[in-house]
Nanobody, 123 residues
Framework: VQLQASGGGLVQAGGSLRLSCAASGGTSSSYGMGWFRQAPGKEREFAAAISWSGRSTYYADSVRGRFTISRDNAKNTVYLQMNSLKPEDTAVYYC?????????????????WGQGTQVTVSS
């Protein structure tokens, strides 16, 4: 499975961005997906996850209520809608896939990773 993340950029605080993660080489509906992020000098952290069906989602406390994860299995694509962005959301965002129908916030449980897309939020 190959994952290609896109949609990052520079935005002012309070603004919005939508990230996309296109999957190829597999059937997207067969696996759970997640978004992680890594800020400069910090460890990679969990942001959001979605089940294979899209019916279940899970968010880190730091993004809950501002970010929305969704998926379109017909397009083999997962999205992360980010609203009310804050400077502390600045990071490289990675999408990841795991061979499980459930949710996980544990990065080691994800077997496939995209290349990352930079999100920069200015104050």
């Amino acid at each position: 499975v190959q994952l290609q993340a896109s949609g990052g950029g520079l935005v002012q605080a309070g603004g919005s961005l939508r990230l996309s993660c296109a999957a190829s080489g597999g059937t997207s509906s067969s696996y759970g997906m997640g978004w992680f992020r890594q800020a400069p000098g910090k460890e990679r952290e969990f942001a959001a996850a979605i089940s294979w069906s899209g019916r279940s989602t899970y968010y880190a406390d730091s993004v809950r209520g501002r970010f929305t994860i969704s998926r379109d299995n017909a397009k083999n694509t997962v999205y992360l809608q980010m609203n009310s962005l804050k400077p502390e959301d600045t990071a490289v965002y990675y999408c990841a896939a795991r061979w499980s129908i459930g949710l996980s916030s544990i990065s080691n449980e994800y077997a496939y990773w995209g290349q990352g897309t930079q999100v920069t939020v200015s104050s």
